[in-house]
T-cell receptor, first 115, second 114 residues
Framework: GAVVSQHPSRVICKSGTSVKIECRSL??????MFWYRQFPKKSLMLMAT?????????EQGVEKDKFLINHASLTLSTLTVTSAHPEDSSFYIC???????????FGPGTRLTVL | AQSVTQLDSHVSVSEGTPVLLRCNYS??????LFWYVQHPNKGLQLLLK??????LVKGINGFEAEFKKSETSFHLTKPSAHMSDAAEYFC????????????FGQGTRLTINP
């Protein structure tokens, strides 16, 4: 149990385009989902927290207009990187947490490369 | 406020020998503590967690960790390393009460020598 998927696993796009990444909880209802960014050989940096049906809460320094997060259902959250630039290239990881629980389950990550 | 310090950025052991990955935490509240493992280009997998029950926590793949409040430590151990244990390990803390955010340590890269 407690499986989280991400799609796509890898995406390459041109500078200026937008990219959408999906995060799904496959066997539980995720009242809260989290989006992280990981730089090479670094730890995870929390970008934002989203509760189902509410606006996401962004961490300091993360541009909410650039990284659009939608959590429209208890099993799906999306991260859209708008007008992507090469500096947005990174490994993006989502996690999901069921209501009343403290454990986050992580997706396999999405490697974004912006040319 | 919570913080986590992983004392070693890189640990290298021989296959079949014990593994010790060290973690110290700071928390204003009674914490929940986790160890996650990340293999190259993969997401994070939960190894084990402590949530104020038994202080010695057993996880998957033969790993275990002991919560020591007096030392504010939560070190990860395994009696005998296997080649497949080579990965990045993260110690993570969150307050037990009402918290959502995880606070990550810097990570420890474990290398297994044949």
């Amino acid at each position: 149990g407690a499986v989280v998927s991400q799609h796509p696993s890898r995406v390459i796009c041109k500078s200026g385009t937008s990219v959408k990444i999906e995060c799904r909880s496959l066997d539980f209802q995720a009242t809260t989902m989290f989006w992280y960014r990981q730089f090479p050989k670094k730890s995870l940096m929390l970008m934002a927290t989203s509760n189902e049906g509410s606006k996401a809460t962004y961490e300091q320094g993360v541009e909410k207009d650039k990284f659009l997060i939608n959590h429209a259902s208890l099993t799906l959250s999306t991260l859209t990187v708008t007008s992507a630039h090469p500096e947005d290239s990174s490994f993006y990881i989502c996690s999901a947490r069921a209501g009343g629980k403290d454990t986050q389950y992580f997706g396999p990550g999405t490697r974004l490369t912006v040319l | 406020a919570q913080s986590v310090t992983q004392l070693d950025s890189h640990v290298s052991v021989s296959e079949g020998t014990p593994v010790l990955l060290r973690c110290n935490y700071s928390s204003s509240y009674s914490p929940s503590l986790f160890w996650y493992v990340q293999h190259p280009n993969k997401g994070l997998q939960l190894l084990l967690k402590y949530t104020s029950a038994a202080t010695l926590v057993k996880g998957i793949n033969g790993f275990e960790a002991e919560f020591k409040k007096s030392e504010t430590s939560f070190h990860l151990t395994k009696p005998s390393a296997h080649m497949s244990d080579a990965a990045e390990y993260f110690c993570v803390v969150t307050p037990t009460q009402g918290a959502q955010k995880l606070v990550f340590g810097q990570g420890t890269r474990l290398t297994i020598n044949p």
